[in-house]
């Protein structure tokens, strides 16, 4: 009887790795699709409930959009719970954090934005979640924090220091420092090319100099408003201001004409420009 004695085969290190990728490889990508389809989700919400709250008359969103922010913050939330090492994390953060200003709840909102800049300082969304932290900020009235995260945002230039300045000077109007909003707002005119934007630059130069009595210049800044966009809001509240600045100045039968002439116009009341 012949023994035979087996030769030991050479394993190929190809054949052992086809295995695992081939069942690795469909997870890898399931769960990418997983994340993914979360965080779109969460953005869509957001953007349906923002068209919404721009086309909306009213300044308080209504409850049709609420639910919509409400919807958004549900996705963002379980995709930092349920893949908080995903590439989106930081993008969940910022949208979270948009969706609860939204809805008004500032000191939510300033917290995930301060998470964003604490845990991911390498993210694109830094500078954006520090422009949003200082708008929370300025609504929970804290002014000096606000005001010292709009500055430096307006100082360092980059795609938020506009915006920043205009938050700048609109704060400093809502605390009634008018020669420091005119600064403020100065410099934001001399870096705006969109029509509208100017036309709100205009206004709040106009509303500031109202408010420091210089009528006649006032009045100018009214008229540049109106003639730089053709926007139905700033139209009949800066003409309404312009009368105001008429009546204030000892000019009562202009300012009487005027305010008829806005009444026959059918909008019977001004509105505050955000």
Not at 62 to 75: E, F, N, P, V
Not at 262 to 274: A, I
């Amino acid at each position: 009887m012949h023994l035979r004695i087996m030769k030991p085969q050479k394993s190929n290190p190809f054949k052992i790795l086809a295995l695992p990728c081939f069942i690795i490889l469909p997870i890898l990508l399931t769960l990418g699709c997983a994340y993914y389809n979360t965080f779109y989700n969460a953005r869509n919400f957001y953007r349906q409930a923002e068209r919404e709250r721009l086309k909306s008359p009213e300044k308080e969103p209504s409850a049709s959009i609420l639910a919509l922010y409400d919807k958004s913050i549900q996705k963002a939330s379980k995709l930092l719970v349920l893949y908080p090492k995903s590439k989106w994390v930081d993008d969940s953060l910022l949208l979270l954090g948009k969706a609860l200003y939204r809805k008004g709840e500032y000191s939510k909102a300033a917290r995930k934005f301060s998470e964003l800049e604490a845990n991911y300082p390498q993210s694109r969304f830094v500078q954006q979640a520090r422009y949003w932290r200082g708008l929370c900020l300025w609504r929970m009235q804290s002014y000096p924090e606000a005001a010292e995260i709009l500055r430096t945002l307006a100082v360092k230039g980059g795609k938020f220091s506009t915006d920043a300045l205009l938050a700048w000077a609109q704060m400093a109007i809502e605390q009634r420092h008018y020669s420091e909003a005119l600064e403020v707002l100065q410099k934001a005119q001399q870096k705006v090319s969109s029509r509208k934007k100017l036309a709100r630059i205009f206004y709040w130069r106009a509303e500031s100099l109202l408010a420091l009595q210089q009528y006649p210049e006032a009045i100018k800044w009214f008229r540049r408003a109106i003639e730089t966009y053709p926007d139905p809001q700033i139209r009949f509240t800066a003409w309404f201001k312009i009368g105001q600045c008429l009546e204030e100045s000892g000019q009562s039968q202009k300012a009487l004409g005027l305010y008829k002439r806005l009444l026959k116009s059918g909008k019977l009341r001004p509105t505050r420009l955000n």
